[in-house]
């Protein structure tokens, strides 16, 4: 293969010196370009532009510099001829910029005015430096700054300060800032809120329906208002009602949601309160019979509910609602009083009042009305503007006190003519007798009489304790109405209840029909206990309830009764003496001993024997054929102390008409043989061959057999002889059929 030749190229020579020329030329092109460049941005630039040497003089100013200053202060001090002091600015920072370090720092003059400063080194030709400083004014953006701050400031104070809940939602899942209150709700501090995920604040569930919400928010763009259940930080349910409101961006895309939340646990249970309270308010309304009203103190003006027409019969279209019609329909003779007392109300200022006056009805008649009122309103001053009230027709019991008024003046003439009448006499009604003690217990029937307290009557046995509850009964103004009498001590203990309160049918075995209690048949007059210490302690209790108005249950039914009975009792026994050992409630005898009354025994008020003594007679014979009693009879029946009292002696006397004998003084002057004794006689005669049972019970039986004959069936006496309680004695006479 032959070789192609090399040819080798020839490059010309060129000058040296012309190159470094033309490279010298195309520098000082460049620079001055540069330089023209310089200048233009300097001019250009809207701030201060200044060149200072390392001595702090004035090498270049800008034009904009040098109008603001007013001359041109190249070649002086700088911190003397800008800034007017005599020592190196404190933002001066020569040292760093010498070095070769740019600067830039913000500055506040003297003058409240912010300066953004860029000062960088220049390095010239000669190896010496200056420094180039680039001043813009930002007083106006650092102002705004400062307001944007404060405003913001101002802003999370408010929020903190608000008792809404108020907080931010990036994303659907997260917390973003909330206020002081949302954090309070939750027990938290803020720092533990916000930008923490909702799962690591609340529990799972509260979580997950929060979040779901959240979502749906981001998602549709649009406000959610819901009420969400959310346990708070002290373990509580408490109801949160939220709006939950997106920022859209130009675009429409969510920026952030506002939340807001309101803890209405309170006002919901106070709303359902209120409407439970409204409610019973309408059924109330519903129910009531009174009329209602409301008068504008300031524009005369007054409002009447229906039933004030429907009173007074007139229909709501017949009359204006006004305070000139209510006037209007004011008896003459109540309507200046009545006028006159809401005048001086309104001026006192303060209470409620009540007046009672006649109103004229549609017919032309006059209602009774009680007019009830209150303020309920007043203006700034504290002047009555506004009176509420209710009208309630009271005719019937206006009717019932002028009759009660007339039938007490009835009453007071009736009593001081009985007094009149049994001063001196002999007897006062069924009562016989004239003595002084007598006389002192018809002053106290009057008087009993006259009121409706609960009376008790002590006496012995057969001094007429029936007689004088019956006198006080039919002297008072229930004399019209029933008087029950009941003995206490000969209810059997297993029945004393369905005696007093009665039964209904199917109560118990036995109870094939309702039966009506002794409360019942002395609804509206009076029931009178005798014996009234036999009761038991269980029974004084329901008593005491029943006659305080809280009302007795018959056996078997649950409707509660409150019957209008006066009570009067009777005992032969001292209350008082009851109460200490315990056989009567203290609460029980301050009940029925009211007014006491006490019959002297027939032994103390012997000059009424011969009234009784004629009395009787008469009451058991013809009036043409009364029998004559001895006169040495009665001397000896004036001295005998008559333990039976009033009924011993009306025995005897029957005796004495049937069977023409007295045997009182046999009975007075002779001793009771010793039980022991009888006892004897009785086994002896006539307990021969009987088994020990049978031998007790026909014994016992006889005793008290003889025991009642031998002292006129006076059972409190035999049965303090037998030692045993009266009711003990009730039970066995019912046992054994004596």
């Not at 003459?332 to 200022?349: M, W």
């Not at 008469?618 to 102390?641: G, R, V």
Request: contains cysteine.
């Amino acid at each position: 293969m032959t070789k192609k030749p090399i040819c080798k190229k020839i490059t010309p020579k060129v000058n040296q010196k012309d190159t470094i020329n033309k490279q010298r030329k195309e520098r000082q092109t460049v620079l001055h370009e540069r330089g023209l460049q310089l200048e233009a941005i300097v001019e250009a630039f809207d701030g201060l532009i200044y060149l200072s040497s390392q001595d702090y003089c004035v090498e270049f100013m800008n034009e904009h510099y040098i109008k603001q200053l007013g001359y041109d202060a190249t070649g002086q001090i700088c911190y003397k001829s800008l800034q007017n002091r005599d020592s190196i600015c404190p933002w001066c920072l020569n040292d760093r910029i010498f070095k070769g370090e740019t600067v830039r720092c913000e500055v506040l003059t003297p003058k409240d005015n912010w300066y953004y400063v860029v000062s960088t080194p220049i390095c010239h030709s000669d190896g010496s430096i200056s420094k180039l400083a680039m001043i813009m004014d930002i007083s106006d953006r650092k102002h705004a700054e400062q307001s944007l701050k404060q405003k913001i400031e101002e802003q999370e104070l408010l929020l903190d300060n608000i008792q809404t809940q108020i907080w931010y939602l990036a994303n659907s899942k997260t917390y973003g800032a909330v206020n002081k209150a949302h954090a309070e709700f939750l027990n938290l501090e803020k720092k533990d809120i916000e930008y923490k995920p909702f799962h690591d604040i609340l529990n799972k569930k509260e979580a997950e329906a929060i979040i779901a919400n959240n979502t749906k928010v981001f998602d549709q763009k649009i406000k959610i208002c819901t009420e969400e259940w959310v346990i708070n930080g002290k373990g509580e349910k408490r109801l949160l009602s939220t709006t939950k409101t997106p920022k859209l961006d130009e675009n429409r895309n969510v920026e952030y949601v506002v939340c807001s939340g309101v803890d209405i646990t309170d006002y919901r249970n106070s709303e359902e309160s209120l409407r439970q309270s409204k409610k019973r308010l309408d059924l109330a309304m519903e129910a009531t019979s009174d009329a209602l009203w409301d008068l504008d103190l300031v524009t005369n003006k007054a409002f009447f509910n229906p039933c004030f027409y429907t009173m007074l019969g007139y229909k709501p279209y017949e009359m204006p609602q006004s305070f000139d019609t209510w006037k209007s329909l004011i008896h003459p003779e109540d309507r200046e009083s009545a006028i006159d007392k809401i005048n001086k109300y309104a001026k006192k200022n303060s209470g409620s009042f009540e007046i009672e006056y006649r109103l004229k009805t549609n017919q032309g008649g006059w209602r009774w009305i009680m007019a009830r009122g209150k303020i309920v309103d007043r203006n700034e001053n504290g002047t009555p503007a506004r009176i509420v009230g209710t009208h309630v027709d009271i005719t019937e019991r206006k009717l019932n006190e002028e009759a009660l008024r007339i039938s007490e003046a009835r009453l007071r003439e009736e009593n001081l003519r009985l007094r009149a009448s049994f001063r001196g006499s002999t007897q006062f009604g069924s009562i016989i007798g004239k003595s002084i003690k007598m006389h002192e217990v018809y002053e106290t029937i009057l008087k009993a009489a006259q009121s409706n307290a609960n009376v008790i009557i002590y006496g012995e046995s057969g001094t007429g304790k029936e007689l004088v509850a019956q006198t006080i009964h039919d002297l008072s103004n229930r004399g019209s109405k029933n008087f029950v009498t009941v003995n206490c001590g000969a209810i059997p203990d297993n029945l004393i209840e369905s005696e007093f309160f009665g039964y209904k049918k199917g109560a118990f075995t036995g109870a094939d029909m309702d039966k009506p209690g002794y409360l019942d048949i002395a609804d509206g007059g009076t029931l009178f206990m005798d014996e009234v210490a036999e009761l038991e302690l269980n029974m004084q209790v329901k008593l005491l309830r029943a006659i305080e108005g809280g009302g007795y249950t018959p056996i078997g039914s649950r409707e509660i009764k409150k019957p209008n009975i006066r009570i009067i009792s009777a005992t032969n026994k001292v209350l008082k003496d009851c109460v200490e050992k315990g056989e009567v409630r203290e609460d029980f005898y301050y009940r029925i001993h009211i007014i006491p009354i006490t019959i002297p025994p027939l032994r103390e008020r012997k000059e009424d024997i011969s009234l009784l003594l004629y009395h009787f007679l008469h009451a058991y014979c013809d009036d043409d054929n009364i029998p004559s009693i001895p006169e040495n009879i009665i001397k000896s029946m004036q001295s005998y102390d008559w333990p039976g009292n009033v009924r011993e002696l009306q025995n005897a006397i029957h005796r004495y008409i049937t069977l023409k004998e007295i045997d009182f003084l046999d009975i007075s002057q002779s001793k009771p043989a010793k039980p022991e004794i009888i006892a004897e006689k009785l086994i002896l005669e006539n307990f021969n061959n009987l088994m020990l049972r049978n031998a007790k019970e026909s014994f016992e039986k006889k005793y008290i057999e003889k025991l009642l004959h031998e002292h006129h069936w006076h059972k409190a006496k035999v049965a303090s002889i037998l030692g045993i309680n009266r009711r003990t004695l009730f039970r066995k006479i019912k046992t054994y059929r004596i």
